[in-house]
């Protein structure tokens, strides 16, 4: 039974906001309104408590309201030198944030240019290699997900640009099969590529995970034919596969670093492009090349600052490299006595688990949300779930997250 307020959200959802999300949603079995939300746990409005695998991306990778990044928030609210700030003027919380994030990135890069989302950082990127190379066309992969705003949405995959006619101007962005250094050349070739953008493990694909050597060849190709490499770390970024940046982890220096999701502490919104000194040529010589009312909000770089902090602490990264370890034992042990399970795709806390039928990750999901574990589909692929861990899980998270996973594969094998 729906209480008052669930339904009114319900009914608001419908009425006002997105019918066929909920509609989507409800024919599945799922009707959550989040209410209380703490650590890694999320109550719906009626009460039921979920474990959230989701993560909402990464932008709980530290859990939900973490006390040190509210504290960080509310001493910026106190604080009579901070609020939204004036994109015009330089100022201290953007500019400590902005030496924070460089010198936590590979050696190159050197500038930063903040946003209020993934997809407006990731336009900044495109925007910055094109005037860079004075080159129009984007390379990207097939499956690939940047966001949906203009030039983001043209780079990825054709379910969400084709609707909207957002495809882009004619020949100015090239899709290829993620993992196939073959097809890369032949869509570099031409010598007219401004830049590849890629997820070094692409979510919304299931996070696949891209083949030894693929990433290093993307980069030497890039180099033969005066390309730049992208590396969006929306999903993959901020510790989660272990090193703060997953590509760095691969042991590849791109040209720019996208961030967003978990940069925000899950608070404030705040998403970053991070530039190396030639894609950010741009900025010694044109003072009002791009502008964002809202990206750098002050609010936002103070909590950042705290979520970089809290990310590069020794014991962060012990607690990652741990929880991975201990979710790589307990899914080879799973994938091992339920074939149902066919894949498991794992770098650190960055993992996909692809279901013996193309449907088989919809009925997982479906079946976790009623043992009270949240993790959602991959969108471009309907038989593979997400699997998002928080960073700071701790061993009796870790265990329940694989004794659900186990009970709901199980389920969902006898069933079908
Ligand atoms: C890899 C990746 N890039 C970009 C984005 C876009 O971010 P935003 O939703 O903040 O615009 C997302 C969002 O899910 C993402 O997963």
């Known amino acids: 039974m729906s209480s008052e307020r669930k339904a009114r959200a319900l009914a608001h959802n419908d ?4 019918p066929a999300k909920g509609e989507l949603f409800r024919a599945i079995g799922i009707d959550l309104v989040i209410g209380r939300r703490e650590g890694y746990s999320l109550w719906d409005l009626d009460g039921k408590e979920l474990l959230d695998l989701h993560l909402n991306g990464g932008t709980y ?41 460089v010198a936590s990135a590979p050696e190159g890069i050197a500038r930063v240019v ?27 992969a097939e499956g690939g997900y940047h966001g949906h705003t203009g030039l983001a949405l043209a780079a990825g ?32 070739a031409p010598g007219d590529a401004a830049a590849v953008i890629l997820e070094p493990i692409p ?125 790589a034992e307990g899914l080879a042990d799973l994938a091992a006595r339920r074939p149902f399970l066919r894949e498991v795709r794992q770098r650190g806390l960055v993992i996909g688990l692809s279901f013996a039928r193309p449907d088989g990750g919809v009925h997982v999901m479906r079946r976790l949300y009623d043992l009270g574990v949240w993790a959602i589909v991959a969108g471009f692929d309907y038989g593979a779930i997400q699997v998002k861990p928080g960073l700071l899980w701790d061993e009796a998270t870790t265990a329940r997250a694989l004794e659900t996973l186990d009970a709901a594969i199980g389920d969902v094998a006898r069933v079908l």
């Open 15 to 18: 009425r006002y906001l997105s």
């Open 61 to 101: 990778n530290l859990g939900h309201r973490h006390p040190e990044l509210v504290a960080a928030l509310r001493g910026a609210l106190d604080d009579e030198c901070l609020d939204v700030g004036n994109h015009h003027f330089p100022s201290e919380a953007r500019g400590a944030l902005a030496e924070a994030l």
């Open 114 to 140: 903040f946003a209020s989302g993934g997809g407006e950082a990731v336009d900044v990127a495109i925007k910055s290699v094109r005037r860079a190379t004075g080159r129009r066309r984007i390379v990207s």
């Open 157 to 188: 995959a054709a379910r969400f640009r084709a609707p909207f006619l957002s495809d882009g101007d004619p020949g100015a962005f090239t899709h290829v099969p993620f993992g196939d250094l073959d097809a890369l050349d032949r869509a570099l």
């Open 203 to 327: 979510a919304t694909a299931g996070f696949l995970l891209p083949p030894e050597g693929y990433l290093a060849g993307v980069r030497a190709r890039c180099d033969a034919h005066g390309a730049l490499l992208i590396a969006d770390e929306v999903q993959t970024g901020l510790g989660r596969t272990g090193a703060l940046w997953a590509i760095d982890g691969y042991g590849v220096r791109p040209d720019v670093i996208v961030s967003a999701k978990g940069l925000s502490g899950g608070l404030y919104p705040i998403a970053a492009t991070l530039l190396s000194e030639a894609a950010g040529a741009w900025l010694r010589t044109d003072s009002h090349g791009h502008v964002s009312t809202f990206g750098g909000a002050e609010l936002g770089c103070r909590v950042a600052q705290k979520v970089l902090e809290i990310t590069t602490r020794e014991a962060t990264r012990d607690n990652v490299l741990f929880v991975a370890s201990r979710l």
